[in-house]
């Protein structure tokens, strides 16, 4: 895929939302290009989670306008951003606990199916779509527990298939709240890696306040702070900026995780 | 297999049923027991608690009784009319109700259905406090008679099954799959595109209908069509049949309805009469206490846990 500096896949322009007089996020110009991982960081309360909110119509803007696309999506409703391709995660895991993991995938295919409005035929003609519900299991290591209920899974687990079942709508844009919050060493890395393999062909925007993994898989990095954009770039050019190393990490901090 | 087996058993329990049990009676039984397996499909399925429920089941009631008593048409033409009346209810009702959540959906539910009793307190076509009396049963197709009451039982269990079916039907169908989802998860399942209020909009208006298909079959049984059947105690009363029972399960509600509806039919008689509210009351708050997944998800936990 050719890659130019004009090729955004999603853009913001001016985007501003307050909440009775606080200003959550402040006159934002987000430029995401195809391709990238690009993670948006900062401190907590700097508004990261309402950027993701606003974009995926969450939440309402209070002022600006989001492309997708070179498509002007401010006014469309959340379920018809999602038909448009962008794809959402949220910073709990967003599983369907008591549904089987099976079922938890194929409730993403079906959609594409044109059938789930159907009340009067019978949940079998679902069937058919399990083998692509195990072929994307098994993408996210999860096949063998095809069959368990979800409430029963670890919480990686359960991380790896909200993951499947995003992939399971082939997003062109997959936006991830803080994928690795809450979990232990050997469950970031693994999905640290699952994120670098699905990132093939499509582009991802993240909130992580992981900066190894950050740094692992980051191709470029936006640190808000307030609301506002602090500063933009690669990962190298923005740990090394005075501003955030003050503003967000502190010092120390930055050269730890560094090394980590 | 085995389930198959349990489904033969109890159909053929129903069958013989009125041989041994009065037929008033059990037909009662299947039609509040097919307002609960409607208000549960909401509330079970779709995680909508209605708390106006009450009034899909008097509207049929009225709708069918009126025809009845003034149109001459036949009893299922009456029946469908007012099921089809509850529907439509149910569809503008429920477009507003379901832009609200949790306790503010049950107060919009609740408000609406206020609304509508105190239309139906006042309109002529209702008779008031008096309520529609005297309804002919009439002749089904216009050839069964349905004066007997054992043959009336057989109607209405032939109805009762068709609704449940249509129940079974709706939860386990594609569009079942996206309610449940919806009920696990709802702001996942609008991040994976679906217009979840078209889908709790939908889930209402075949409650609604079903709900008024139990009311409008009450009605020939009872040969009545009242206020109590519209009043916010029957809605109350029909959340408390599907909590009994187990919400959530498909035969719980039939559990319910019955468990419910025998203690009215028994106390009312003897000379606790006067306490059955209390003892109603008393029933909810020790199954909302402690055993929150009613008779029959207690007694599923039980297999499980034992066999």
Redesign the interface.
Known sequence: MSKTEADFILSTQHLSKGFKGFTAVDDVNLNVSRGDIHALIGPNGAGKTTVFNLLTKFLPPSSGKILFNNQDITSLDPAAIARLGVIRSFQISAVFPNLSVLENVRVALQRKEKNSLHFWTSERVLNKLNDKAIELLASVGLESFAYSKTTDLSYGRKRALEIATTLALEPELMLLDEPTQGMGHEDIDLVADLIKKVSQNRTILMVEHNLHVVSKLADKITVLQRGAILTEGDYATVSANPQVREAYMGTETVDQEVSA | MRSRLAILVLLGLALAAPLVIYPVFLAKVLCFALFACAFNLLLGFAGLLSFGHAVFLGTGGYITGWLMINSGLTPEIAIIAGTVAGGLLGAVFGKLAVKREGIYFAMVTLALAQLVFFLYLQAPFTGGEDGLQGVPRGKAFGLIDLADNQTMYYFVLAIFLAGFWLIH??V???????M??IR??E??????????N??KW?AFI?SAALSALAGSTKTLVFELASLTDVHWHMSGEVILMTLVGGVGTIIGPLVGAGVVVSMQNYLSGGELGNYLHIIMGAVFVVCVLSFRSGIVGQFNKFRRNNF
């Not at chain 2, 386990?172 to 996206?178: E, V």
């Not at chain 2, 399942?189 to 679906?194: C, F």
Request: proline fraction near 4%; aromatic fraction near 12%.
């Open positions: 039907r709706t386990h169908s594609p569009f079942g799959q996206i449940k989802a696990e998860n702001s996942r399942a609008t991040s994976l595109g679906y217009d979840v078209q889908y939908i075949i």
